[in-house]
């Protein structure tokens, strides 16, 4: 019993021999008093590229170049002392390195307290040792251990992927260092970088691309018109999706985009009608209603009187429906004398972020007016989400 208790007591140095105290990262953690460095002493560690912007080698007395990449150095010493750095208390540590299985020996410096000094034209900043770009070689291959092999998977996606090597990279989104890996396809061995935090999602990113497309369900009109529920079907022009609605007044060919509803309206009644603008509503996802412009109206005068646009008997006009509250200026950024960037934008009717396939409806209320009686023409259009490539899918799962 008491030979187990020892033989475990050693195996338990051993593996806190190996134990250090490491960022994120794996590089260099700040320690809560100077002999925490010391746990250092002895380590392993490879150089890495610099991709935050506090990542420096600059003030730390050390040139790092291209003849580094690849090798090892162990850390030699580790020392600590108070100092002042622009006029402020902060601790500078000193590392010393030997290559690993060489002679050649490096030496730089690093602080605990960020530090910089600002002018009109740069900004000047010392290292900071818990943004060092170095890698500690044994718990960064513990770490890739774990993980190279796992598999990858979603399931909406037929293709499955396996990660094939772990590094430090960079996180674009973020502008910063982080942990890297890199995924291949099983089926097609197409191979994908990515942050770790975004391996369930980036290489399946184009499997499930798409966007968010309208298709008419309906069209309401007055309990009191002649024939409320008029033909409706679905024909398809260029390869959109237009939709095609006819009673004893009108006939037309509607279909939503983007920004703007575009139609095709036809006078198939015995007498003229107008279409009022003026009283045309359109109502969002979120319930949110907006008045319309249409072709002719200027940008400026959105919000202004619309004339009515008559339409005599047997003939038709081509006209859009845009939501005025998604038209807007955009000042644009100013670079030097020049603005770039500014000018009139639209808005998209349908969500930019993905809300689920089915995101709800919405809808466009054209009044149409015969003699004295107005017909006001509701279409509801669902909002729904298609894939670009449906063949790469799991269909049963959406």
């Known amino acids: 019993m008491k030979r187990s208790i020892l033989i475990f007591a050693l195996l338990l140095n051993v593996a806190l021999s190996f134990a250090i105290d490491t960022n994120v990262n794996f590089g260099f953690k700040k320690q809560e008093n100077p002999n925490g460095y010391q746990q250092y002493v002895g380590k392993s560690f490879f150089f890495r590229p610099a991709y935050d912007e506090f990542e420096t080698w600059r003030n730390s007395g050390f040139k790092y ?16 002392r108070d100092i002042k750095l622009n006029d402020k208390p902060n601790k500078e540590i000193t590392i010393v390195a030997i290559e690993t299985g060489g002679k050649k020996k490096i030496k730089f410096k690093s602080y605990e307290e960020l530090t910089a000094r600002y002018s009109a034209y740069y900004t000047e900043r010392w290292p900071v040792i818990d943004c060092m770009p170095i890698v500690f070689v044994e718990p960064f291959n513990e770490y890739k251990k774990d993980l190279v092999g796992k598999t990858i998977s979603n399931e909406l996606v037929k293709d499955i992927y396996e990660i094939v090597d772990v ?36 290489p399946f990113a184009d499997a499930l691309t798409g966007s968010y497309k309208t298709a008419l369900i309906k069209v309401e009109k007055p309990e009191d018109a002649t024939n409320r529920y008029g033909e409706t079907k679905t024909i398809q022009e260029e390869g959109i999706d237009k939709y095609s609605y006819n009673d004893k007044t009108i006939d037309i060919i509607i279909f939503g985009t983007k920004e703007q509803f575009s139609f095709v309206l036809k006078n198939v009644s015995d007498h003229s009608l107008k279409v009022i603008w003026n009283e045309a509503v359109f109502v969002g996802l979120d319930g949110s209603t907006s008045k319309i412009m249409h072709v002719g109206t200027k940008y400026s005068q959105r919000e202004g009187d619309q004339p009515a646009t008559v ?3 047997g003939a038709k006009i081509d006209d859009v429906a845009t939501p005025t509250a998604n038209v807007y200026y955009d000042e644009g950024v100013k670079i030097g004398y020049s603005t770039i960037g500014s000018g009139w934008k639209t808005k998209s009717m349908l969500p930019e972020d993905y809300l689920g396939k089915d995101a709800g ?4 209320m054209l009044p149409i007016q015969i003699k004295d009686v107005v017909n006001e023409y509701t ?7 298609t894939y670009d490539h449906p063949e790469l899918l799991n269909t049963e799962k959406l």
């Open 311 to 313: 339409v005599i008997k």
């Open 65 to 80: 170049n291209d003849s580094y990449e690849g090798k090892t150095f162990t850390i030699s010493m580790v020392t600590v």
């Open 361 to 364: 409806e919405i809808r466009l």
């Open 167 to 202: 590094f430090i990279g960079e996180n674009k989104k973020l502008k910063m260092s982080t942990r890297c890996v890199r995924v291949k396809n099983k089926r097609t061995g197409e191979e994908v970088s990515c942050p770790y935090s975004d391996v369930n999602t980036i």
């Open 379 to 385: 279409f509801v259009f669902k909002v729904y989400y």
